[in-house]
């Protein structure tokens, strides 16, 4: 059902006509008369991106901290949904910044009260963010809290009667007292087979899916997601599902300068060693014919071997987790031998399926896996121009990713005939917009860029101090007690960060330190937010964090924010001319200006940023203060 416009339409009108002067009547009179500032660069951004949605372009909308680009791109897209009947989907870069649009007293709400509207906004949060009832299950006996997220579930979970009346359940945030590894024991992940599962008419990530497809204005979900969406589009609708999004009037990508990441990582296929394993054991225990288990033993023995060899090969740089793969001609052996195993070994259970004597649910789940696991396999042999990388966490996964996904994004996103805004205050580079319209395979586009409104000469302070990796933790310690807490330490990495809650130990600071990973994200922010004097360490809140007032005083960047010596970013190097200047650079300089732009978010605060250095970095100081919204004192 379509909402009602926002606004009245005549018949003398065109609807953009009517837009625009509605968008004029909110910014110049009705929000100023709710208090909200009279700011030059909201209205002019306003009005920039009228002709985007009636030309159904892509926008780049650069639009510095403060501007309140949020408000302007919710109008756009609520009156758009309304005029044609479609939500629009708000792609944002992570959980985090999805809580800050529709948090209770956020930008959305806020809107609501100042416009008298309700708007039908709803969550469409990434798979991982939802419980899985059949892993819950089989950890149920083994950890008293798993036990206790059982107790907590609705009725209509165990319950053999229809399903009358439910409601959306599982999500992570119900569960905010689980760090993440517990979560990950009973969250879902890719191992399951929600298609078959018998217990998916009433698992929480179903009913929530059910849900937000019938939103009439809005759909907040992460770039993840939406990329996930649009890589699982043709093969959901070919096995007779629904998308994993409805289709959308336009789409929005908040902090849009990252999708580039999200696009990798949706595309990017893992084989696990050990999953294999637990997946085969598991089945193994089913009836089955002799011939089956001997193949199932075969493929085991093999995947063993191909993963030694990958071990003996791979390079590892700077004691980073993900080892550099380097394909030599027994690897490519080795592997297209697993392949020719796993391929009988899946015609075998073809006959298996025939005599109905194994579980069907299992059986699918091998099934599935094997076939995503052929396809990686077959793409690691034979892909000239994929970065692959092992990570040593447990027992190994070799990860395979595309190093360029702008032909696929120019086929699959940007050719649908929809508006689509990217905003963000770090869109460009150098004033132009090329380097990032280029990586996502956008060949037409309008922009904008408009500075922030706010005094940063008389609001903020920058200090640059250089130092050795012994003096980072006493300064830091200092400057947090200077300030009784208040203050937000973002770190390169989390070893950076685990690095500095060891140094803090003995330390005992009279104010609570809260680390990222520690409890549901959006939990730790709120706790932030509201003991005053408390301190935030993260190494992923270099965007989207958004804390007004006294809480967030001060930000200590610790380490200077250069991509990791990884294989992503080694394989950006090997294709560029000038590794440095063209990668790592850019990419620390666009990150600091994110990190930087956490202090001042509104008029009202104020605060200092000691951005520390060792003795090497001090010499890309010029470089630095090229981007610093004042100068370093």
Not at 381 to 401: A, C, F, P, S, Y
């Amino acid at each position: 059902m379509r909402g009602k416009l926002p606004f009245a339409l005549s018949r003398e009108q065109t609807f953009y006509e009517a837009l625009n002067d509605w968008i004029g009547d909110v910014f110049y009179d009705i929000l100023p008369e709710k208090g909200f500032d009279l700011r030059d660069e909201q209205i002019f951004m306003a009005f920039q991106l009228t002709n985007s949605y009636k030309n159904k372009k892509v926008m780049f909308a650069e639009a510095g901290v403060g501007t309140g680009k949020t408000f302007v791109y919710l109008l756009y897209a609520l009156a758009y949904a309304r005029y044609t009947g479609k939500p629009a989907v708000i792609a944002c870069a992570d959980e985090t910044l999805i809580e800050q649009l529709v948090k209770k007293g956020g930008d959305i709400e806020k809107l609501e009260h100042a416009l008298g509207l309700s708007i039908d906004v709803r969550l469409a949060k990434s798979r991982d963010q939802y419980l899985c009832l059949q892993k819950l299950d089989a950890e149920i006996s083994s950890d008293e809290k798993y036990f206790d997220v059982h107790q907590s579930l609705p009725d209509f979970v165990e319950s053999p009667q229809s399903l009358k009346k439910y409601h959306s359940y599982g999500d992570r945030k119900e569960y905010s007292h689980l760090t993440d590894s517990e979560w990950e024991k009973i969250g879902w992940d890719s191992l399951q087979d929600c298609f078959s599962c018998s217990k998916r008419h009433r698992c929480g990530q179903t009913l929530s899916r059910d849900h937000y497809r019938h939103s009439e204005d809005l759909i907040v979900c992460s770039h993840d997601f939406y990329m996930e969406h649009i890589w699982t589009k043709e093969s959901r609708t070919r096995e007779g599902q629904l998308p994993l999004l409805p289709e959308a009037s336009s789409v929005i990508f908040d902090e849009g300068h990252l999708l580039e990441f999200a696009a990798q990582k949706a595309l990017t296929y893992r084989i696990q060693k050990n999953s294999l394993e637990i997946l085969l054991e598991r089945f193994s225990h089913s009836e089955m014919r002799e011939k089956t288990l001997t193949l199932m033993e075969d493929v085991l023995r093999q995947n063993d071997i191909w993963f030694q060899e990958l071990g003996n090969s791979a390079e590892t740089k700077n004691e980073s987790y993900r080892k550099n793969v380097h394909k030599s001609e027994r690897s490519t052996k080795l592997g297209k031998k697993l392949v020719s195993l796993i391929e009988k070994l899946t015609e075998e259970l073809v006959f298996e399926a025939e005599l109905y004597v194994v579980d069907e649910y299992q059986l699918k789940i091998v099934e599935e896996y094997l076939e995503q696991m052929l396809f990686s396999l077959k793409l690691f042999n034979e892909d000239q121009k994929g970065i692959q990388w092992l990570e040593t966490t447990g027992d190994g996964t070799l990860v395979i990713m595309p190093r360029l996904v702008e032909d696929i994004l120019k086929s699959q996103v940007f050719n649908q005939n929809v508006p689509f805004i990217f905003s963000s205050a770090t869109l460009s580079t150098k004033g132009e917009f090329q380097y990032l319209s280029n990586s996502l395979g956008i060949e037409s586009f309008d922009s904008f860029s408009v500075e922030s409104p706010f005094d940063y000469e008389q609001k903020m302070k920058i200090s640059i101090p250089t130092l050795t990796d012994h003096e980072k933790y006493e300064h830091t310690y200092q400057q947090l007690m200077n300030m009784n807490g208040k203050s937000l330490i973002l770190f390169s990495s989390k070893k950076s960060m685990d690095s500095f809650r060891n140094q803090m130990i003995d330390k005992k600071p009279p104010f609570n330190l809260y680390f990222e990973g520690d409890e549901e994200i959006s939990v730790t922010v709120e706790k932030f937010q509201n003991d005053v004097q408390s301190v935030l360490c993260s190494y992923h809140l270099w965007e989207g964090l958004d804390i007004p007032g006294d809480s967030l005083s001060q930000v200590i960047i610790f380490d200077l924010p250069f991509p990791p010596s990884d294989p992503v970013f080694d394989a950006k190097r090997r294709h560029s001319a000038d590794p440095f200047q063209e990668v790592d650079l850019p990419y620390m300089l666009l990150r600091l200006r994110q990190g930087i732009g956490r202090l001042i978010r509104t008029h009202e605060d104020q605060g200092t940023v000691h951005l520390l250095v060792n003795q090497d970095e001090s010499q890309l100081l010029s470089s630095i203060e090229e981007i610093l919204p004042v100068k370093a004192q």
